[in-house]
């Protein structure tokens, strides 16, 4: 409809000036009123409806960090300054909207006084022409008709410059979703994994995007089955970012990432993550039941199998506590459950998957030593034959590992096991002597 208006504005004109060419003269006036009125609806609204949207975002971004984070702003007791951020947001909505209605306000009325304005003049001055006998009933309501078409249609006209840039913005917000690609693509012709469990790093330099510096250079190692290989380092040294390149979820600038011989982009991603059972450093569980949430790693998995992995995570004791056992329902995100449950969770449903290469992101952080400790002996029986890859903040976890990778601000200090760096890593001496006593160490 609104997209006919212009041909029926165009069309109707034809019409009329055929019906009574001199009548047509209310018309050739009306007309540059009307398009007046447009002009300074389009050019004063426009911006306008434009802004309306980012603001709406802006109330909603508000408000969404609110919810999220009610119990920090209670505990750091800023509220009032929460409440502060949504009324200002919420007022600069309000006061564009109020903006955009009074020019609706005085759009519609002129528009509605154009056009009545039209037909009465178009009465007078017909009720004179019929009188003189030069036109006839007939012809009257038919070009009344025609300039009412007219003049519809650029009513029709003017509402588009309220409904166009909102659904433009809203247009623009799709196409970008809907047109990112991703950047991590799957290769056109994939090879497959000839061995089973071998990482390797050659050499990997990554940035991340826009970072200045590279948040981890030249870093390379090997593991294979049966071996562990511990990651140490400070916050920020760049573990969880090596451990994030082996299922690809970023691709390194520089050097390459070998899984099972095979550089991990030339693999497809489905055949790449099958083989990884990741524990991230941030639990992830969902909403359903613990028994869903372990089946993730395996959808086939029998009850066995999930108590089973369940008994290594050394969370077969919680579990079993609780009323409704493998079937108790999780809440959003695991919020039922405490930080430890929830690493235990995360590492049993890795476990679940039996996969060729286990990576744990500082996966026992959350729990204590005497948990710590036990996890880590029936874990070693169950990978016996997997590549292991653990990052860890404590010494103990790591000093019986087969190979150490010690990292310092991106960049490896030293590879070895417990004893080599001891004899010859400085950092890793640091390292310990802060965790460990005089005695451990002896
Ligand atoms: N998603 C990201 N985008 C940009 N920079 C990041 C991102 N994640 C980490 N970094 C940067 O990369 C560096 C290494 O971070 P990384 O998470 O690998 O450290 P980490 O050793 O795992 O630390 P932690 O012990 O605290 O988990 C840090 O300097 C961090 O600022
Ligand atoms: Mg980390």
């Known amino acids: 409809m609104m997209i006919l208006a212009p041909i029926t504005a165009v069309g109707g004109t034809i019409l009329a000036v055929r019906q009574d060419a001199s009548m047509t003269i209310i018309l050739a006036v009306a007309l540059p009123v009307v398009a007046a009125v447009i002009a300074l609806v389009a050019w004063k609204g426009i911006p306008l409806f434009q802004t309306v949207q980012a603001k709406l975002d802006r109330v909603n971004l508000v408000l969404r960090e609110k919810l999220t984070g009610i119990r920090v702003i209670r505990a750091f007791d800023r509220l009032e300054h929460e409440a502060k951020r949504f009324d200002t947001a919420s007022r600069d909505l309000t006061d564009t909207y109020i903006k955009v209605n009074r020019i609706i ?18 009465l007078w001055l017909g009720a004179i022409r019929i009188d003189e006998g030069s036109l006839n009933i007939g012809n009257l309501v038919a070009f009344m008709q025609y300039a009412m078409q007219i003049l519809f249609s650029f009513l029709m006209f003017s509402t588009m410059f309220i409904l166009i840039p909102r659904a433009q913005a809203a247009a623009d917000r799709y196409n970008k979703v809907m047109e990112a690609t991703p950047q991590i693509a799957d290769p056109k012709n994939p090879l497959h994994a000839v061995e089973a469990g071998y990482v390797e790093f050659r050499n990997v330099t990554f940035r991340y995007h826009g970072a200045e510096l590279p948040a981890v250079n030249h870093i ?9 290989t511990a990651i140490i380092g400070g916050t920020g040294s760049g573990k969880s970012t090596i451990v994030n390149l082996i299922p690809r979820f970023y691709d390194p600038e520089e050097g390459e990432v070998l899984v099972d011989g095979v550089d991990a982009s030339r693999l497809t991603q489905e ?31 029998t009850d066995e199998e999930i108590a089973h992995a369940a008994e ?3 969370a077969a004791d919680f579990i079993d506590a609780m009323k409704d056992g493998y079937h108790t329902v999780l809440a959003e995100g695991g919020s039922n459950l405490s930080g430890g449950q929830k690493q235990r969770l995360s590492i049993a449903r890795a476990l679940v998957r039996r996969p060729e290469i286990y990576v744990f992101d500082d996966s026992f952080s959350a729990l204590d030593f005497k948990t710590d400790a036990k996890l880590r002996a029936a874990l070693k029986k169950e990978t016996a034959q997997s590549t292991v890859i653990i990052v860890a903040q404590r010494v103990g976890t790591v000093m019986d590992a087969d190979r150490i990778i010690v990292l310092d601000e991106g960049h490896i200090a030293g590879i070895g096991t417990h004893k080599e760096l001891l004899e010859r890593c400085e950092v ?15």
Do not use: D, H, W
Not at 220 to 228: D, R
């Open 428 to 442: 890793y001496r640091e390292i310990v002597s802060s965790q460990l006593s005089k005695e451990e160490l002896a």
């Open 105 to 122: 306000a005085v759009m519609i009325p002129a528009m509605l006084l154009i056009m009545n304005g039209v037909t009465l003049s178009m």
């Open 220 to 228: 390379s190692f090997s593991a294979k089955p049966g071996e562990t």
């Open 312 to 314: 290594v995570a050394q």
């Open 271 to 301: 055949e790449l993550r099958a083989k990884i059972g990741f524990v991230p450093q941030k639990a992830v569980l969902f909403t359903g039941t613990i028994a869903e949430n372990l089946r993730l790693g395996n959808p086939a998995a």
